[in-house]
């Protein structure tokens, strides 16, 4: 069956590190990708995405990184902040028609001053 | 732009009732999901709903469990006879069309069955 996971359950950087959250997938048929970014108590807040036909894409301060050989995405956030502290789902869709989304089980990311 | 809207934020129900979780998506959203979260995991997919639709509820337990999403107000998540494995924040996420594969999520509900 479909399963996304991480490596680390817990990231622990300093403020200004940069950090690297991954995750390992193994539906080789998902064509889509998303990370989330939760915070206590909260829902899941969009961070970025990258379809299939991509190898990397840029957003403000953070870059998703897919290697479809070994089914591995990676999410860097550079110069981490305090606020950066959440935990982080990677999430995958398949190429379906429906939009069901398939969530890790998430990686910890806290951020020392 | 209000975004996904959900309530309650916390439900405490006994074992045996009935636990009513409301999701209103975002304005001019007609597409509305259903996750289940348990401690220390990810998002577990529940059901699919367009409007008046169940599109795909592979993810719902084949019993006590039921959702709609109805032409007119929020869609609704119903679990009767709850248990205390039932236990879980439950997230609300829409779109607004089947293909924009953003999905905006709500604050969610934090059901205790004590």
């Known amino acids: 069956g479909e399963s996304v996971g991480l490596h680390l359950p817990t990231l622990s950087v300093q403020e200004g590190d940069n950090s690297i959250i991954n995750c390992a997938y193994s539906?080789?048929?998902?064509?889509?990708f998303i990370w989330y970014k939760q915070e206590s108590g909260k829902g899941p807040q969009f961070i970025i995405d990258?379809?299939?036909?991509?190898d990397k894409r840029q957003g403000q301060r953070v870059t998703v990184l897919l290697n479809k050989t070994v089914k591995h995405l990676s999410l860097q956030i550079a110069a981490t902040q305090p606020g950066d502290s959440a935990v982080y789902f990677c999430?995958?869709?398949?190429?379906?028609?429906?939009?069901?989304?398939?969530f890790g089980t998430g990686t910890r990311l806290l951020v020392s001053p | 732009n209000a975004g996904v809207m959900q309530n309650p934020r916390h439900l405490v129900r006994r074992r045996g009732q009935e636990a009513r979780l409301r999701c209103s998506p975002m304005?001019?959203?007609?597409?509305v999901y259903w996750y289940r979260q348990l401690p220390e995991e990810g998002l577990k997919f529940m059901v699919y709903?367009?409007?008046?639709?169940?599109?795909?509820e592979s993810g719902m337990p084949k019993e006590r469990f039921s959702a709609e999403f109805p032409k007119e107000g929020p869609s609704i998540l119903r679990i009767q006879q709850v248990v205390r494995g039932d236990s879980a924040a439950y997230f609300c996420?829409?779109?607004?069309?089947?293909?924009?594969?953003?999905?905006?999520f709500g604050p969610g509900t934090r059901l205790t069955v004590t």
């Open positions: 304005k001019g959203h007609s597409h």
């Open positions: 996420a829409s779109s607004p069309r089947q293909d924009l594969l953003q999905q905006y």
């Open positions: 990258i379809r299939s036909n991509m």
């Open positions: 709903l367009q409007k008046e639709n169940i599109i795909d």
């Open positions: 539906n080789s048929a998902s064509d889509y």
């Open positions: 999430a995958e869709k398949g190429k379906t028609g429906f939009q069901k989304l398939v």
